[in-house]
């Protein structure tokens, strides 16, 4: 679609906009911006064998920011009333009322975008809402009674598959009009899993990637299916292993939790504009080893994380943290980026209009190192393998972080023995990262549904190749 | 803030334009909210956020079928379009003999200008902006000097809620809500930074404490500074009321009526069974005039009452919606608990309600030596099994006496056996949280350092 269909969407001429951000800016704010979005959310979900449940979700309004120095006025309007609109750029407006003890930074970044084009990560060849639910239920069928019939011990399965398709419009007092186009595709699976002697376990599986129905395929349906009794076995033999400080090995993909807990969000620009992260006074510093970069990146193509432009008109782009052991660079919005007198990176994100962008990540991953996973593994005398997680959490004053194995394995003398679950892992993220001390060659990106919830919800990805940690602390017996 | 005249309008003639369509039954949820936050950096105004959401959420059924729907637009003609297509989508599913609206006779019957619970300050709309303004400066005031960052955030929300379904069901009901908090960073050695966060919440502006704050969050921010990691083992556990409920979360999702239905739960089977010790009670009050969680009706429009969920440790009820009631073969009782309490109890001494106060320092000291836990840091809970392992942070204490903060350590078990270690419930829940939970205090925990 063209910029024509976008302003046709939401009712506005570019004349219209001028005339907003001028209204924005008429109590002596430095920077305004317009966020239009239209969402249409679809699922359908399958529960005790039968499609028998689905929904369609609306969302549509639009959020207008004043920035004066660093100081931020939001408000939004779920109406396209012109009066409405007025009213939400008056309210924001107000920020501009309060002196500020901040400059205006580098104007926002003004010129430093030059030359950087919205990317073309995504877009959908097939919305989804074009194809109706009739297409999507054979697929979710086939997804339910592909798990239903995998293992005789389930008794519950859970299936859905859900779409949404955002429309985003965005102008600035600076760079004017950009918008970009959204699909995104989800498909999930739990089952339910009891043994003979009475024992129920519980595993699930799912993918997400920023496309239409074209995703929606029976390779891909089969995959998470198998995806959901992969491991049963060793859940319901699992034990909890004697917990303390020892060597964790975290095996390629959804080990990335580690960098989106142990560094990613310290990294965030908000927290060092306010002197909050551990990481403040590290830029330009060695903080890992030489073999080690780690990259957030919006450009990886269909990836759930990824961004034309972000929710500030910037271009996604892949952004060194990073390289060869040296911190390289923050996370930016606009504000931080100002504050930093640099550019900002396309981190500038939101769950929706509801919400003023903040410093978010994308999907962040660790490039490949030299080593073998097996050889890693074969390091260790003592210690822990796992690969299988759920939530994480960060305290970014500390750096102490933590994240949730579902399942693993001990290590002993270099060799995987017996499977653990339901383990917590904590540790500190400047010291977890410098104790890194051997990086696989087997790098994956975890495409399921990875949502950070960093005061608002963003979708997200991760990844990194098989690593081992040092030490980190986990739980288990005392 | 208020449900206007012609919003409530609008969502009754959605039900009749649903039924026109097709559907054979239908409810529709009104949901509306304003909120306004001030946030101050560094005693330096920094943000002001406005917002205002409305959105209509439907429940249709046509043919045995079911589905749920929602739309932010209000506009009549969309609407129709939008019921429409959604009841032909309905159409499509497998037909599900279990989804339909309750039964009347469980309905909420009273009337509902949507203040009983008193829980909606009068004052909302009267209070001026340069007044939260105020509110916000004043509290990030108080932050000290020292501290390399000082966030204060000041807010305030009024939701209200109008149901009404095809069988007749109206109800209304509205809620505001005060918070003030703040979040100091203090410096420790070499790079090393520790923060404190302390917050305050009420249904009233009159009953917001905002004054100190930011002086108990920098209080806590310095008692974190120089952790130290301690050795692995079993320890007597205080869990300090601020974060409490995140130990008795689990038994309230366990006892969700669909997480039973679908194997889901670790009580599974447990009604009327004693699967917690013989001193734990839990009830819920959901008319308590004045306090947040307090409502007349579920989201069905169920009458809501007084009842036992857990007595003398054994589980006294599951929370059982339409579906889930149908689907188990099991009388509805509410969708969910409204303002839950943990009746307080003394292990040690054999002392239960109406028995003293025993708040954190009696806790303390009558628990000896062991971990305070002031905070969880991730974490999770096996729905099926109950196991658990948490991060958490807190302090060593030792006969009363709180000595050093620790750091980076994690508590591992499962929830039945730890809460039949348990040895206090506290008689101090915060009473701007709709979960009654007090501090607590567990023997015999697994720390991991």
Redesign the interface.
Same mark, same amino acid.
């Given at each position: 679609m063209d910029k024509t269909a976008y302003l046709e969407h939401f009712k506005v001429t570019e004349e219209n906009l001028r005339e907003l951000t001028g209204l924005a800016l008429s109590k002596g704010g430095d920077f305004a911006d317009l966020y239009f979005e239209h969402t249409v959310y679809n699922e359908l979900s399958m529960r005790d064998g039968q499609v028998n449940s689905g929904g369609s979700h609306i969302d549509y309004g639009m959020g207008i920011r004043v920035l004066k120095g660093e100081k931020t006025g939001y408000a939004y309007t779920e109406s396209t009333e012109w009066e409405d609109i007025r009213r939400a750029a008056l309210n924001a407006a107000m920020i501009a009322d309060s002196p500020s003890g901040t400059e205006p930074g580098y104007a926002y970044s003004d010129g430093l975008l030059k030359n950087r084009i919205p990317g073309k990560h995504y877009w959908s060849v097939a919305r989804i809402e074009e194809y109706g639910a009739a297409k999507r239920l054979p697929l979710l069928k086939r997804l339910g009674d592909r798990v239903a019939e995998s293992d005789g011990r389930v008794i519950k399965v859970q299936a859905k598959i859900a779409d949404s398709f955002s429309m985003i419009m965005m102008y600035n007092s600076i760079d004017g009009l950009s918008f970009d186009s959204r699909p995104l595709t989800s498909v999930t699976a739990a089952g339910i899993f009891k043994d003979g002697a009475g024992n129920t376990e519980t595993n699930s599986a799912s993918r997400s990637f920023r496309m239409g129905f074209d995703l929606l395929s029976a390779k891909l349906i089969d995959e998470v299916a198998a995806d959901v009794t992969k491991g049963i076995d060793e859940r319901f033999a699992a034990i909890r292993p004697k917990g303390g400080e020892m060597p964790v090995v975290m095996g390629a993909g959804g080990s990335g939790i580690l960098l989106h807990e142990a560094i990613g969000h310290a990294f965030e620009a908000d927290f060092i504009r306010k002197k909050q992260s551990v990481f403040s006074e590290q830029f330009g510093k060695t903080v890992c080893d030489p073999s080690i970069s780690v990259v957030d990146d919006g450009t990886l193509a269909y990836n759930r994380g990824s961004v034309n432009v972000d929710d500030e008109g910037v271009p996604g782009q892949k952004t060194y943290m990073v390289r060869s052991g040296k911190l390289e660079s923050f996370l930016h919005d606009r504000i931080s980026a100002a504050h930093f007198k640099t550019a900002p990176t396309g981190n500038g994100r939101r769950e929706s209009f509801r919400f003023p962008p903040i410093p978010r990540m994308r999907s962040t991953y660790m490039e490949n190192g030299n080593c073998s996973p097996e050889d890693i593994i074969a390091e260790v005398r003592h210690g822990i393998y796992v690969d299988d997680f759920s939530n994480g959490q960060v305290k970014i004053g500390e750096g102490d972080f933590t994240f949730y194995v579902k399942n693993g394995r001990l290590i002993e003398n270099g060799k995987l023995t017996a499977p653990i679950k339901d383990i917590n892992i904590i540790g500190n993220g400047p010291k977890a990262l410098s104790d890194i001390v051997a990086v696989g060659n087997d790098l994956k990106i975890d495409n399921g549904t990875w949502t950070c919830g960093k005061e608002q919800n963003c979708v997200v990805t991760c990844g990194i190749p098989t690593v081992l940690v040092r030490s980190l602390t986990v739980g288990g017996e005392a | 803030m208020k449900i206007t005249e012609n919003e409530r309008k609008i969502a009754l003639d959605s039900l009749d334009c649903a039924l026109r369509a097709g559907a054979s039954a239908a409810k529709v949820c009104l949901n509306k909210s304003v909120m306004s936050t001030y946030s101050v950096? *560094?005693k330096?105004?920094?943000?002001?956020?406005?917002? =205002? *959401?409305?959105s209509l959420y439907f429940h249709i059924f046509a043919d045995g $079928?079911? #589905?749920? +729907?929602?739309?932010?637009?209000f506009e009549p003609g969309e609407l129709k379009g939008?019921l429409e297509?959604?009841v032909e989508?309905?159409r499509? %599913?497998?037909? *599900?003999g279990a989804?339909c609206l309750p039964a009347k006779e469980l309905y909420y019957k009273g009337t509902s200008s949507g203040h009983e619970m008193e829980i909606d300050d009068p004052s909302f709309d009267d209070v001026p902006?340069e007044r939260k $303004?105020e509110i916000a400066m004043e509290c990030a005031a108080a932050a000290p000097g020292t501290a390399?960052?000082a966030?204060t955030e000041f807010s305030e929300q009024a939701d209200g809620l109008f149901i009404a379904d095809t069988q007749g069901f109206t109800g209304l009901g509205y809620e505001t809500t005060y918070a003030i908090s703040s /979040?100091i960073?203090v410096k420790g050695k070499g &790079? @090393?930074?520790? @923060?404190g966060y302390f917050w305050s919440a009420s249904p009233m502006l009159s009953g917001l404490k905002y004054e100190d704050c930011a002086t108990k969050a920098y209080e806590r =921010?310095t008692a974190?500074l120089n952790?130290k !990691?301690i050795k692995? #083992? !079993?320890y007597i556990m205080v869990v300090e009321n601020y974060v409490a409920s995140r130990l008795f979360a689990p038994i309230m999702a366990a006892l969700n009526g669909m997480a039973i239905e679908?194997?889901?739960s670790f009580l599974?089977d447990s009604l009327g069974k004693r699967v917690f010790p013989e001193w734990l009670d839990v009830i819920d009050r959901p008319h308590v005039k004045g306090a947040p969680g307090s409502r007349l009706f579920d989201s069905e429009g169920v009458a809501t009452k007084d009842c036992d969920i857990i007595s003398r440790g054994t589980v006294g009820m599951y929370f059982i919606n339409s579906y889930a009631s149908r689907k188990l073969g099991m009388p509805q009782t509410v969708e969910s608990a409204s303002r839950p309490v943990i009746v307080p109890f003394d292990r040690t001494s054999g002392k239960g309600t109406g028995h003293g106060i025993s708040s954190l320092d009696y806790i303390l000291r009558q628990s000896g030596s062991g971990i305070l836990v002031t905070g969880f &840091? #991730?974490?999770?809970s096996?729905?099926?099994?109950g196991?658990?392992?948490?991060?958490i /942070?807190g302090f060593r204490f030792e006969n009363g006496e709180i000595l050093y903060p620790i750091?980076?350590? %994690?508590?591992?078990g499962d929830i039945l056996s730890l809460w039949a270690k348990s040895l206090f419930a506290g008689t101090d829940p915060l009473e701007s949280l709709r979960w009654q939970v007090p501090t607590l205090a567990f023997e015999d925990v *697994? +720390?991991? #350092?």
């Open positions: - | 950096l *560094d330096e105004f920094d943000k002001l956020v406005h917002s =205002a *959401d409305r $079928k079911y #589905g749920n +729907f929602s739309t932010n637009r939008f297509s959604s989508t309905v499509m %599913l497998a037909a *599900d989804r902006p $303004k390399i960052s966030e /979040e960073t &790079n @090393s930074r520790a @923060s =921010a974190r952790p !990691k692995s #083992g !079993k679908q194997h889901n599974t &840091n #991730g974490g999770n096996n729905p099926v099994t196991a658990f392992s948490f991060g /942070e750091s980076e350590m %994690l508590i591992t *697994d +720390f991991n #350092g």
